[in-house]
DNA sequence: CTGAAAGCGCTAACAT
DNA sequence: ATGTTAGCGCTTTCAG
C-alpha cells in the first residue's frame, strides 16, 4: 500500500532529526552544511524516497527549474530531420544532470504570440529555440525577456546580442566541396538545403566560395528542403539541366541518400560516374547504398552545448554568445 | 518600463473591488459569480494585465496542469521513427486547446527509477507513456498512482487494467498480407519489427495467421527492427534463404524501403518479382522506388487519442481502456 | 553551521 | 453570491 500523499520536506527533517532549512540546503547543495548531516539527511531523503515538489520550490524561490525546447509546429517534419532528433537527446543529457525540467512547446504557426505569451507568462526560466526560419522574428524580441540560446543562427538577426550554439556550416560544406575537388572532380553540383534556414544558406556559400576559389563555376544549383524526396527531386532536375556533372555536395546526407537513389536509379555509378557527399554523418549514410561520404556534425554535443549555455545563462554566468561545434569530413564509399 | 513584479490576484482583487476569493472564481470560471462581478473583474485583470502564478496554483489546488510525455532514452532512434514523431503532433496539437503543458521526460535507461521517482513526486497530473518495451515494467506500476495513457500496449501487461490507444496491428497486418494473397503471391515473407514491441509482435501474427489460413506456410521470417538498414539486413538474409519468394510484408514503411532498396540493387524487380507492402503510411513510402504500398495509421488522430484520454481520465471522466483506432491499405506501386 | 519564522500567490472549505 | 481564513511545501532572511 502506498502513501497517498508523498513525503514532504517537513517528514525528512523529522526523519533526519533537524530542522526544515537544514534538509532544504542539503537538497540544494548549500556548501555550509556538515557533510556528516548532509549524509544523514541524504539517508533520510533515501530511505523516504523524497522528491521536492516542484510547485512550492517554485513558488518559495520565484525560479521555475523549468526550460522550454520551442520546436516548429510540423513536429513530424522536423523529428524526420535526425539532425534535431539527435541534439533533443543532447539536451536531455544534459539536462538529466541538473534539476531543470524540459517543456515541449510547440510553436503554433497560426498563432505565434500565443506561444510567446507562454514564454513570457513566466513559468520558465529560459528557451531553447531550434529551427529557426526566416519568419520566426518573434522569438527575437523574446531573448530581451528571458534567457533564451538559439541552436543555429537565427534568420533575420541583425546583431549578436544573442546566444547561438552552431556549426561552422560554411567551412563544413568547403571540406566537402574539397574533398570532392582533391578526387579530381570539376563538375561538382550543389543539392542546397532550405533557402529560408541558416544552414542551407551557409552550406551553399561554402560550396559557391570553394568552387570559386578552385576558379570553377558553381552553376549547378537546386534547392531541395534537407529531405531525402526533396534530394531525389533536386537530382532528377541536376541530371536533366548537366548530365556532365561529375560530383554532388548536398546539405544533408537525407538528400544525398535521395540523390544516390536518383543516380543509381539512372544507371549512374556512385561514385564510378558521380561522386556524392552529404552533411550529418547520420543513419541516411549508412542506409544509402553506397554508403556516404559525409561532414559529420556533432549532433549530441550540440544538444548538449545548448543545454549546458541556457543553464548557465540562467544562473547568471558569464557565456560566450557564439559556440561553434566542429565538424569532420567522414569519408566513405559515396566519394 | 516594466514592473519588476507581476500583478498579483490580490492587486486584481483590490482594483475591482472585491475579495480575492471573487478573483479566483471568476480566473477560474466559477459559474456562481454575478454576471456584473464578472465584467468588472475581467477588466481590472485585463487593465492590470494579470497572469495567475502557476506555481501558486499548482501548490494550491495540487494539480500541476502538466502532463509527461515520457519516450525512451535514445530520442534519435526514437524520433527517427516517423509514427512516434508524428504522434507527438498529435499530442500536442489536442493538448493546445486545454490549460495543460507537456512535459518532455526522457527516460533513463541505466536507471529507471529515477524516471519513475519524478513521475511519482507529484509534479505531473498524468502520463503518456510511448513506445513500451518488454524492460519497461516499472511503468506498469506507475499507473496506480498517476493517470497513465500507454501508447500501443505494453508488454507484460497482465491484465487490461491499463489505458491505451492502439491500432489493431494483427488487422493491420491480415490487410497487407491479403493484397499480396490477392495478387497472386504465394511465397510471401516477413520482415518483423522488434520482438520487445506489442507492433512488432502483432504484425507478426497476423501475418502468420492469414498465410495459415490461405493454406501457406509462414516460414519465411526475418527480424528487423524497425528501421531502414535493419529492414535491408533482414531482406538480404530472407534472399539468401528463399531465392523463390515473391513478396515481403514488412511491419514498416522504414523496413519495406529497405528491402526495396535491396531488392532493385540485386536486380530484382518491385513488384513485378516481388512484392512489397509495409505499415505506416508515412515519407519513406514515398522516397523508396517504386512508392509504397502500405498499411496506414493514424499517427496525429493516434497522439490527439492519447492526449484526450489522459485529460479526461484526470479530469474524473470515464473513458474506455482501450481505443483502437483504424487502419487502412493505401496501394501504390511496390505491390 | 543550524534553527525559527515569515512568507511566495493562490485555492478551498467554511462562513455569511 | 461573496468574503474569511487557513494552509499548499518550500526557501530564505535573520538570529543564535
Do not use: C
Amino acid at each position: 500500500m502506498t502513501d497517498s500523499t508523498p513525503p514532504t520536506l517537513e517528514a525528512v527533517a523529522a526523519r533526519a532529526g533537524v530542522s526544515r532549512s537544514t534538509v532544504s540546503r542539503v537538497v540544494n547543495a548549500s556548501p555550509k552544511v556538515t557533510p556528516e548531516v548532509v549524509a544523514i539527511v541524504t539517508a533520510a531523503i533515501a530511505e523516504l524516497g523524497y522528491v521536492p515538489n516542484r510547485a512550492a520550490r517554485m513558488l518559495a524561490s520565484r525560479r521555475t527549474q523549468a526550460i522550454a525546447l520551442v520546436i516548429p509546429e510540423n513536429t513530424a517534419l522536423f523529428f524526420s530531420d535526425p539532425f534535431f532528433a539527435t541534439v533533443i537527446q543532447g539536451v536531455a543529457m544534459r539536462l538529466g544532470r541538473t534539476e531543470y525540467t524540459l517543456s515541449l512547446v510547440i510553436a503554433s504557426e497560426d498563432d505565434p504570440d500565443k506561444t510567446r505569451r507562454y514564454l513570457q507568462g513566466g513559468n520558465l526560466d529560459g528557451a531553447l529555440i531550434l529551427s529557426h526560419h526566416r519568419n520566426d522574428r518573434s522569438y527575437l524580441s523574446l531573448a530581451g525577456e528571458l534567457p533564451v540560446v538559439f541552436g543555429g543562427r537565427p534568420m533575420s538577426n541583425e546583431g549578436d546580442d544573442l546566444y547561438v550554439i552552431d556549426v561552422d556550416n560554411v567551412g563544413a560544406a568547403q571540406v566537402g566541396v574539397r574533398h570532392l575537388l582533391s578526387s579530381g572532380r570539376r563538375r561538382i553540383a550543389h543539392i542546397a538545403g532550405r533557402t529560408d534556414m541558416a544552414a542551407g544558406i551557409d552550406r551553399q556559400q561554402g560550396w559557391r566560395d570553394t568552387l570559386a576559389a578552385a576558379g570553377l563555376e558553381a552553376d549547378l544549383l537546386e534547392v531541395g528542403d534537407f529531405t531525402v524526396t526533396g534530394g531525389m527531386a533536386a537530382m532528377e532536375r541536376l541530371l536533366d539541366r548537366a548530365p556532365d556533372l561529375d560530383a554532388v555536395f548536398a546539405a544533408s546526407d537525407q538528400m544525398a541518400s535521395g540523390a544516390t537513389t536518383v543516380l543509381r536509379e539512372r544507371g549512374i555509378a556512385v561514385p564510378g560516374q558521380v561522386a556524392v557527399v552529404g552533411v550529418d554523418d547520420n543513419a541516411y549514410a549508412l542506409s544509402s547504398i553506397p554508403h556516404l561520404t559525409t561532414v559529420a556534425q556533432p549532433s549530441v554535443e550540440f544538444g548538449a552545448a545548448m543545454a549546458e549555455t541556457l543553464v548557465r545563462l540562467i544562473e547568471g554566468e558569464d557565456v560566450a554568445r557564439l559556440t561553434l561545434m566542429p565538424t569532420r569530413l567522414v569519408v566513405r564509399e559515396s566519394a
